[in-house]
């Protein structure tokens, strides 16, 4: 079970005030189902303004601690005196702990913030997709890796690494799947150490390979083919779902937004 009774009692507790504004993100959201890849060892919940960090991890602190938890303060000195745009904690009960970042996060997203049942309000699983992989274009961390590998079962590599450009201009599709090439890799320690179910490294390793040679001949077809195809988008179906445009033509381009939207579909009456 990747959520450990801590992380669930606590996770009870911080879910029932989260809003659109202070929400849910990170691998936690990803890795929360019992059949989960892997162990989280920390919830990150987002947020648009400082001002906010500070009222919120302020808030779940002390809801945390009237409910009996020793709760640990990890920020640098005196930043929890101040306003500031990220903060750290850390729960504990008993041989047991799980840390808290509170931290300002961009609003610039393709889907908006949604209601979740466990989390209260998360972010949408392609934004945070497009998140890891700008993540893993900048470290190297096995747990970036495995998620990687997890949100490619929902979303094609191709459409991530697309729609990521749209959060960071700098990258091109291609130039960003280079970065996490680079920092592709399984520490075996840390493995060990995450993995909820038997995650074979050679078979990660070949997924990879496979998953993102597939994502360079997408993306390389698709801008020879189509180059006016801007870069930096999704492309969705009918129903809003993010797929990609080389793989079904009826796709239509979603471009992201300000807190993000949700894609309109226009019907065909009297055409």
Known sequence: MPLTA??????????????????????????????SARYSHDFDIFHELAEEVTRASSRDVEVLRA???????????????????????????????????????????????????????RLHLFDLANNKALTLSARTETRDYVDILELHQRFP??????????KDPGFTP??????????????PTELDKIKARALDPVVL?????AISDEAEAKMTQLADEQPDVPIGVAFVDATGHPGWLGDDATLRIHAPSLRGCWPTVHGSEGQ
Request: proline share 2%; aromatic share 12%.
């Open 157 to 166: 590599l191709a459409a991530i690494c697309w729609a990521a450009c749209g």
């Open 6 to 35: 801590l992380q669930k009692d606590v996770l009870a507790l911080l879910a029932a005030h989260r809003s659109e504004e202070s929400h849910f993100a990170g691998g936690a959201v990803l890795n929360a189902a019992e059949d």
């Open 174 to 187: 291609l130039s960003l799947l280079k970065m996490m090439r680079r920092f592709a890799r399984v520490n």
């Open 205 to 209: 390793k070949n997924t990879w390979i």
């Open 67 to 121: 409910a009996g938890f020793t709760v640990q303060t990890l920020s640098r000195e005196n930043e929890w005196e101040k306003t500031c745009t990220f903060r750290k904690a850390r729960v504990l009960q008993g041989d047991e702990s799980v840390e808290i970042d509170w931290a300002a996060d961009s609003a610039f997203r393709y889907f908006p913030i949604e209601q979740d049942p466990q989390f209260g309000w």
